[in-house]
């Protein structure tokens, strides 16, 4: 399949795509929040995948590696050119907005919540272990896999996920702390406020899990 790819074979690139396009979108949605968004994420990475087919290479039994290093690049690049344009329109004069009360909106606010309390403190990390934690733990990539995306030695990639664990038990901690806060609540009195299932079972990586 990959050289079909090389070559150029569209049958074979649509495969490809029709394997691994959820995989991007939610990675890209985890990251960025926006569902228009992450689909524009997912049309920019294998828009440039074809570009790049030609470098795809035989390593392993699937492009996933591949094709996530490329969304990575892509996510980059979308973050670069949405803070310039933030920035371009702060000099512009403010307007009133309208809201959209849709009920797809609302049906989503739980969902949204959850996803903007991670992105905050995610964004606390360093981009290098922040890329290595959202491809390993929410995406799935083995150790492997992710060196290959990030083009990175494994042992770098191990470095940096236990980094941005440790790092991250601390951000949430004080992220929660600040939200309870900001909401009047009261912080549990007793026990170990540790729930199985919690933050330290959702920052292992799949394959760390079924070991």
């Not at 294998?46 to 990575?72: C, Q």
């Not at 990175?152 to 702390?177: C, F, M, N, W, Y």
Request: include cysteine; hydrophobic fraction near 40%; proline fraction near 2%.
């Amino acid at each position: 399949m990959h050289s079909r790819i090389r070559a150029g074979d569209v049958e074979a690139f649509r495969e490809m795509f029709q394997e691994h396009a959820q995989v991007v979108y939610r990675h890209a949605m985890r990251l960025t929040g926006d569902w228009t968004l992450a689909q524009d994420i997912v049309s920019l990475t294998f828009l440039e995948a074809w570009r790049l087919r030609g470098k795809l290479r035989d390593e392993g039994e699937t492009p996933r590696p591949w094709l996530m290093g490329i969304a990575t690049n892509v996510l980059r690049n979308t973050a670069r050119a949405g803070r310039r344009q933030d920035r371009a329109l702060a000099r512009l004069p403010a307007r009133e907005t309208t809201s959209d009360f849709a009920d797809e909106v609302v049906g989503r606010m739980a969902d949204a919540e959850q996803l903007t309390a991670a992105q905050a403190v995610l964004a606390r990390l360093r981009r290098s272990e922040r890329e290595v934690f959202t491809l390993c733990v929410w995406s799935g990539l083995t150790y492997t896999e992710a060196a290959q995306a990030l083009g990175v030695p494994v042992g770098t990639v191990r470095s940096r996920l236990a980094r941005a664990r440790s790092r991250l038990r601390k951000l949430a901690d004080e992220e929660l702390k600040r939200r309870r806060a900001g909401r009047g609540e009261v912080e549990p009195q007793h026990g170990t406020g540790q729930v199985r299932g919690g933050r330290t079972e959702a920052a292992r990586s799949n394959q760390e899990t079924h070991r």
